[in-house]
């Protein structure tokens, strides 16, 4: 009996040690609501991250174990998320997907020692004014804004063009980085306006702009509301050019548009799935009939980058993984070589404009 006893406890502490070596990790984003579409593809983008890790050997000999929290890219809810997050310690948040999430979430991560990636996030406050944790693998709305700004004063000079947002962090932040370059090329818009994201009929704003004469609308916002607004101006009769950002990169958006969705732009960085370094990832996406499309190579790029910089360190405790990873050597990924500023931001950020053709986006 004192031998069974003994031998239970045994096992008993054994289960607490291997509990106790295992490391978890998460992803936050849209898992439900109208951006739900990014949020699966940033889930499976961190669960092939984490299988891979673990495959390999895990992070300084221990394993990973995934969290999935879902903001539905509403501020309040990130926050307590983001609170959930902490108490269940993970040592790295790969998330948020929303700018409007990922600032305010942030502040909670930097009280809790968490480390913060953003794989989407883009505005520039979220480094501008963030802690010493936060991080993203993309690049931000100035940066993007600067190279559509010159496209729309160049490509359409002479016409008359809307800047539109939806208002929040992520499409106000980058329609006006885009105004102030267009601008500062020497374009005016004649019209600025806002609408209201989530909405089904946007008929109002779509007479409004047409009243004005409008040929290209740049739109400050997500894939959802831009469809329908490429949409319903079609129906509505207008023939005009539409030029967005990197949110309209999932296949979602030709889901909503339909044909009036063709020849719409947008800005993203070039397409990691055609990099070499990321031919096996995209080949294990692709054997089990995923496109890993959008942030899901970015996703995994963050909880890459976050293993080699705890290796590194020989630490998953948060600020010693923000040192090394501050520290401005190159951390190789599915996206490249990546290596960080003081703020945070990837050093080597650059974008490209994609064209929407027969259903299918590709560079133009």
Sequence with gaps: MLRRTLFASVAMLATIGAAQAQIRVATVGPMTGEYAAIGAQMKAGAEQAVADINKAGGVNGQQLVLEVGDDACDPKQAVSVANQMASRKVAVVAGHYCSGSSIP?????????????????????????????????????????????????????????????????????????????????????????????????????????????????????????????????????????IVGGDALVTNEFWQISGPAGEGTVMTFPPDPRKSAGAAAIVAEFKAKNFDPEGYTLYTYAALQIWAEAAKKANSVEGKKVADTMHAGQPFPSVLGNIAFDKKGDVTAAGYVFYVWKNGNYAEM
């Design 105 to 241: 979430a942030s502040k909670v991560y930097a009280e809790e020692g968490v480390l913060q990636i953003s794989p989407a996030s883009t505005n520039p406050k979220y480094t501008d004014e963030g802690g010493w944790n936060t991080f993203r693998v993309c690049g931000r709305d100035d940066q993007q804004g600067a190279l559509a700004g010159k496209f729309l004063a160049d490509k359409f000079k002479g016409k008359k063009i809307a800047v539109i947002h939806d208002n929040s962090a992520y499409g106000k932040g980058l329609a006006d980085e885009t105004k102030k370059a267009m601008n500062a090329a020497g374009m005016t818009e004649v019209l600025y306006t806002a609408y209201v994201a989530g909405e089904r009929d946007y008929s109002a704003l779509i007479s409004r702009m047409k009243q004005a004469g409008i040929e290209v609308i740049y739109v400050g916002g997500y894939h959802t509301a831009t469809g329908l607004i490429a949409r319903q101006a079609k129906e509505q009769g207008m023939n005009v050019a």
